[in-house]
């Protein structure tokens, strides 16, 4: 079953794990979002995730642990960028850029000791049964946890919007924050919850990355995952079911353009290695429809 | 409780304030950091901000002030200009990159030409038309399909650096380079070099910065497509009745930020780098983001911040070679500055009464 030196079933499996990373910080921005906040930060919460997860992961040769800091870390990025637009009322693009760029730097110094080093090994589930069908068993029930941590997430996160009094609220304060403080919700609680929320999720992709995909530390590591993850909210029209499709089809992207690199298709590597961002555009283009928060990236302050 | 009002009007006092407050802010978080690093903050503060400025071997360092400031001012001015519209150009390092590969086509295309007046000024149109068409993309994908352009414009700088590594390592690279990579050095032929004072740090970079100050300067003191821009900004609605063409606003804005950016490119490529090379492109135009807010958006505030800038990256460089201090932590204090500025600001715009609880 071979098409030009690609197999499908192993490209369909590494699809998902390719999904991952960026299906995690996507879903954390999706609520942020829907809160009312637009975070551009998510690439700086995400390099600095995978620089704090692999730290705590080689530290303490657990990759749990490292996921668990991953997240941490990535929250606290974010309450850095909640206290300035939530409380100090700044510009929410410019807050956000300002804290890609700061995430940055802050993870290139954190991480210069550990350049090229291996992550702990993170073995993957042979989930009994359903991991024993041919061909679906290897391409859906065969991998690694945080693939399925992942997809619960954003299960998780679709009932909450939709099946609860919390998401309620929550999507209350998105669409407008006015009416949502007239009748007595607190814009700026629910609000920071979300921004930490879509950090920890930032974080843990970031993560993802450097513990699981790669598996090592490398300077620039997310290249731009942070920002297609931004993209893939808007593809997703704000909805968590179509997240899940948005991540799967860009991660399609990817491993088909590292698959056909490996299999030495005469475009150069260059091309290749450009089609996931291309393809983000085209996306963009395609699915530049409504459907955003009514109060998405407008600041709250509530005059007396 | 301290409590938030809203001010009638920004203060003018803080707009002019609060970037030195900032910057001070910083410089105070920043030795805590490089304490924090095992330095000692003193010197390492000396270093940045003294040493090139007025040390022993500041004739060296202060036309690296021109070379690293020039770039840094002329993109974040074209930035300025759509920032000042709500149009968030941050591509424009991609718009750095492909203007440098247009110009540096150019001039290996006409290469061994000693036609100085040919040359330079073809190098120079296709430069800024190369920054000028990568940046429309957004624009047009914006003004036609309602494309975020803030998303648009970050992708096409991956694919930028994409290209130049392909052109670096392919269509570009030397002939006679024993099969290095990167371009012929166009630093050194007299046709195409854009240096003018190389011992100065003088190059042409420096005079299109300095002509796009005035030029942003006049378009916004003296032209009435610079009020609507401010106009678009500040008052969407009122913009959008008084018959501001949306459409035309969001394709100047980014066209004039991608010429400016490509120009920037060009004249870097064609002087202080020389070469077309997979990483001749260091971030300027990342950090010029924070050049032009930290310049108020306002053309000679732009050309001040642009040189402190400059300032941390020749200090950084010193810092790193005598003190060891890590590159990466100059850059952690570029993005503090920008956190600080952001926060200060909320004084510009909103009064701070003390309130007392239940009074209200």
Known sequence: MDFGGVNPVLLLASLMVAATPIMLAAIGELVVERAGVLNLGVEGMMIVGSVLGFVAATGTDSAWVGFVVAALGGAGMAVLFGVLTQFFLSNQVATGLALTLFGLGLASLMGQGYLGIKAPSFPDWHIPVLGDIPVIGPIVFQHDPMVYVGLGIVAGVWWFLNRTRGGLILRAVGENHEAAHGLGYSVRRVRMLAIMFGGACAGLGGAYLSIVRVPTYAEGLTAGAGWIALAIVVFASWRPGRLLLGAYLFGGVTVLQLNLQAAGVAIPVEYLSMSPYIATILVLVIMSAGGAPGSLGKTFHASR | ?360
């Open chain 2, 1 to 360: 409780m301290l409590s938030l009002e809203k001010r009638p009007q920004p203060s003018r006092t803080w707009t002019l304030a609060s970037p030195i407050v900032a910057v001070l802010l910083t410089m105070i978080a920043g030795a805590g950091l490089f304490a924090a690093l095992g330095q000692d903050p003193i010197e390492a503060l000396t270093k940045i901000f003294y040493e090139p400025l007025f040390g022993e071997f500041s004739f060296f360092y202060l036309p690296q002030l021109l070379i690293k400031g020039a770039p840094l001012v002329a993109i974040a001015l074209g930035l300025s200009i759509g920032f000042r519209a709500g149009i968030w150009n941050i591509g424009a390092e991609g718009q750095y990159i492909i203007g440098a590969l247009c110009g540096a086509g150019v001039a290996l295309a006409l290469y061994p030409s000693e036609a100085r007046w040919l040359v330079f000024p073809a190098m120079l149109l296709a430069g800024a038309l190369g920054g000028f068409a990568w940046a429309m993309i957004p624009g047009l994908l914006r003004v036609r399909f309602g494309t975020n352009e803030i998303l648009v414009s970050l992708m096409l700088v991956y694919v930028a650096e994409q290209l130049l590594a392909s052109m670096a390592l392919g269509l570009m690279r030397n002939p006679d380079g024993q099969g290095f990579p990167g371009s012929r050095n166009m630093a050194r032929m007299d046709a195409a070099t854009s240096w003018i004072d190389q011992s100065n740090g003088m190059h042409w970079g420096v005079v299109i910065a300095l002509i796009g100050v005035i030029f942003v300067y006049v378009l916004f003191a003296k032209h009435i497509l610079g009020f609507q821009i401010k106009l678009a900004g500040q008052a969407p609605r009122a913009a959008a009745f008084s018959g501001v063409n949306p459409a035309r606003l969001v394709l100047f804005c980014l066209g004039a930020s991608g010429a400016l950016a490509g120009l920037a490119g060009l004249t870097e490529v064609a002087g202080p780098s020389g070469i077309v090379s997979i990483d001749f492109n260091v971030g300027y135009g990342f950090t010029a983001i924070i050049v032009a807010f930290l310049g108020r958006l306002h053309p000679v505030g732009i050309l001040l911040a642009g040189t402190l800038m400059a300032l941390t990256y020749i200090g950084g460089d010193v810092a790193q070679s005598s003190l060891g201090l890590p590159g990466a932590a100059i850059q952690v204090f570029q993005g503090m500055l920008l956190f600080f500025l952001l926060a200060v600001d909320v004084l510009t715009n909103y009064r701070v009464r003390l309130r007392e609880r239940g009074a209200a």
